[in-house]
């Protein structure tokens, strides 16, 4: 097969947008609501909730915002230690660091590549007493070991803080990520399943505590006719013109969770032979494959031979974006000197960086594409 370089750049996640978006926005246009609340901002975190069978939603500017007001919600203060995943993206954790307290970074397991909860039992003991919260990601879209993590977090009498914000749709034990914690967070940035260009929601079954995140959300403002504040305030409210994009974009959640497990699908058959394997998932869970990954066997890292730069370069060349799976937390600069809990032997995480790749897994990528992005990786091994 003669493969050219494609003229359009083969993405990894990109936005996709049907139009039907904008009849939402219109609303917001014509009742002149072009605010950081409005009808869309309510009806958007109804719609959520109910889609994900969860009480209550907030809607914030940000993921990150969520997860900030998540982490203030649990109490975290000065000096307290959050047990996070180490193989994430910053977000998850940049929040702790907000509040002065104290990451501690929790290694994967090779089953999901999320949180070793063998590992986050040796935390819960060595940091007991101290631990505020467990901040658990589901990574790329595939859930964690949830059932193992909730009876540590039980057992220790530590909430859950669950960072959904790469798994949106997708289910455990036919129950959505995102609605095991005391607290949860998704994202609905431009590269997320589904997008409002930007922002985030935290859900809870705790009415009380997310009315206390919708007024931190919006500076704080006590209930009184002048500016009145007796508490720290936030400017991380969703705006009611984005809140209609998320409106019409919810319309499309499961087709593009479809779209990207037929994308997976695909990967795992065109590799076949190949001395690599994809992120892997527990077979009763149903993740959504935000990002579809390769992981190339050890000896041909080990032997320079095909290493996931090397894919990376060669598929450069071609348009195509792909990118090293995320940079575990412990082996970031700005984290340096803090603890990390391995249960095994070497770091996990640290294991998958080295040898794992994302591939494009937009959702508007051709059959096609694909079989060409399938036949460029399959030449390096030859
Ligand atoms: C994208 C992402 C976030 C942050 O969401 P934003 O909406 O971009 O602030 C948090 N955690 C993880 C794991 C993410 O991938």
Redesign the pocket.
Request: no cysteine.
């Given at each position: 097969m003669e493969i050219n370089r494609f003229e359009n750049r083969v993405w990894l996640s990109s936005p996709t947008i049907y139009g039907e978006e904008q009849k939402f926005v219109q609303e917001a246009f014509d009742t002149n609501w072009i605010a950081p609340l409005g009808p869309n901002v309510d009806a958007f975190e109804k719609e959520i909730a109910e889609y994900m069978g969860i009480g209550h939603g907030a809607a914030t500017s940000?993921?990150?915002?969520a997860?900030h007001l998540a982490y203030k919600l649990a109490g975290v203060q000065q000096g307290d230690i959050v047990l996070c995943s180490d193989l994430?993206?910053s977000?998850?954790v940049n929040p702790i660091s907000y509040e002065k307290a104290i990451q501690v970074f929790v290694d994967s397991e090779r089953d999901t590549w999320n949180m070793d909860p063998r590992a986050l039992e040796i935390a819960l003991e060595k940091y007991k007493g101290r631990v505020k919260a467990v901040a658990l990601?589901h990574l790329y879209g595939s859930p964690a070991k949830i059932d193992e993590i909730m009876e540590l977090c039980q057992r220790y009498d530590v909430p859950l803080i669950e960072?959904a914000?790469?798994s949106l749709s997708a289910t455990y034990k036919g129950k959505q990520t995102g609605t095991f914690g005391k607290y949860n967070i998704i994202?609905?940035?431009g590269?997320?399943i589904i997008t409002t260009s930007?922002?985030?929601m935290l859900l809870s079954e705790d009415e009380e505590a997310i009315k206390k995140a919708r007024k931190w959300s919006t500076q704080a403002r006590d209930n009184a006719p002048w500016y009145q504040h007796s508490e720290l305030g936030y400017n991380y409210r969703m705006s009611n013109v984005l809140a209609g994009i998320g409106r019409g974009q919810l319309l499309h959640l499961e087709e593009h969770k479809a779209k990207k497990q037929a994308i997976y699908r695909m990967y795992e058959e065109g590799f076949k032979g190949l001395p690599v394997s994809m992120n892997p998932y527990l077979e009763y869970t149903d993740p959504n494959f935000w990002l579809s990954c390769l992981l190339i066997d050890e000896d041909v890292v080990a032997s320079g031979k095909v290493t996931p730069e090397k894919v990376r370069l060669y598929l450069e060349e071609y348009n195509v974006e792909t990118r090293p799976v995320w940079k575990p937390m412990h082996m970031q600069p700005i984290f340096e000197g803090l603890d990390f809990i391995s249960y095994e032997e070497s770091s996990v995480g640290k294991d998958l960086f080295e040898r794992g790749l994302c591939l494009p897994s937009d959702v508007k990528m051709s059959e096609e594409t694909q079989k060409q992005v399938i036949e460029l990786i399959k030449e390096l091994f030859k």
């Open positions: 940000a993921g990150t915002a997860l994430t993206f977000a998850t990601v960072d914000a790469e994202s609905f940035n590269n997320k930007g922002g985030g």
